[in-house]
């Protein structure tokens, strides 16, 4: 990819950030029904300087597939109406109790566990709202909210939390391991992918790659996440670090060491990208979003 064509990618990918930022803005400023401090927290988290990765991707592979960024965004807001509410739950201390998110105290910290519950709760089910009332036609919809309660539910990003749990101060095999970043993070990329093609009007050949190339970046992005977990910076991070052995948890490079965990990462790259060739030329912005975050720091 020549150099012109990398910066207008940046260029396009921070214009799209702030046309999500500023959808989720808009999402999140409700009626006085709600309460003020619960729309206080809901916000605290929501708009928290998170990187965005999941609606980004939706926005992308909706790119790749023809599509106008705008027929999309509802999908995308509500990705990541899932994801911050799965990290809000996450950090309450009945789960991973943790301190810091996105650079900022935890909404438990900030707001009360009990308001942390409900901002998580509040997000979850306004993620299905949005998608019934934005996305058309009708049965459009209908398909965005089973593809995305699926991989938010028992079997996927919800199971995944659960055996995660479960494995703390337990010796994983690096098959349960995979199994886990599968449901955990990976179910999340590939719900995300396969939506932006869905909502682009793609074929079934095409939204099936999309959501395996998901699939694989979010398995490589989990592997990278864990090395960062080991090198990384809290204040790159914006989040705790160590916590993953501190907890007893397994995790890729205590498996397999770091070479060969950045080697498995680089692979499930290169496979991801196996499934981006159908898509040619228009899938470069997607390719060059994955191309920085493979040399993410945080
Ligand atoms: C509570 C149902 C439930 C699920 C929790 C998201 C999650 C599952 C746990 C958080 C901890 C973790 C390591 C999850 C794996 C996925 C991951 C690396 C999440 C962080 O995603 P980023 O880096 O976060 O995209 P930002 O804040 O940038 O959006």
Redesign the pocket.
């Known amino acids: 990819m020549a150099l012109g064509s990398l910066e207008t990618n940046l260029i396009n990918m921070q214009a799209l950030r702030q046309r999500i930022d500023d959808r989720l803005a808009e999402h999140v400023r409700y009626s006085p029904g709600c309460p003020r401090r619960l729309q206080e927290a809901i916000q605290y988290c929501l708009l928290a300087p998170?990187?965005r990765?999941r609606p980004l991707m939706v926005l992308l592979a909706h790119q790749a597939c023809g599509g106008r960024p705008s027929d999309a965004l509802g999908v995308a807001c509500a990705v990541e109406m899932i994801?911050t509410y799965?990290?809000v739950?996450?950090d309450l201390p009945a789960?991973?109790d943790d301190d810091l998110r996105?650079g900022r105290p935890t909404c438990h910290i900030q707001f009360g566990e009990s308001t942390a519950i409900l901002v998580g709760d509040a997000l979850l089910t306004q993620a299905f709202e949005v998608l019934a009332t934005e996305v058309r036609p009708a049965g459009t919809a209908v398909r965005c909210i089973q593809v995305l309660a699926t991989a938010a539910g028992a079997c996927h990003?919800?199971g995944g939390?659960a055996a995660d749990l479960a494995a703390e101060n337990r010796q994983l095999t690096i098959e349960d391991l995979e199994s886990i970043h599968v449901r955990?993070?990976a179910a999340l990329f590939s719900a995300a992918a396969y939506l932006g093609g869905l909502t682009a009007s793609a074929d079934a050949v095409r939204t099936a790659h999309l959501s395996e190339f998901g699939r694989l970046f979010g398995l490589s992005f989990?592997i990278i996440?864990d090395l960062l977990d080991v090198h990384g910076q809290e204040t790159h991070m914006g989040k705790v670090v160590g916590k993953d052995q501190g907890r007893g948890k397994s995790t890729y490079p205590q498996l397999v060491g770091d070479r060969n965990s950045r080697e498995q990462s680089q692979h499930l790259i290169d496979q991801a990208f196996g499934h981006l060739e159908v898509f040619g030329p228009a899938a470069d912005p997607l390719r060059d979003f994955v191309t920085r975050l493979v040399d993410r720091k945080h």
């Open positions: 998170g990187k990765l994801h799965s990290l739950h996450d789960m991973d996105r990003l919800i939390q955990k993070t989990q996440d």
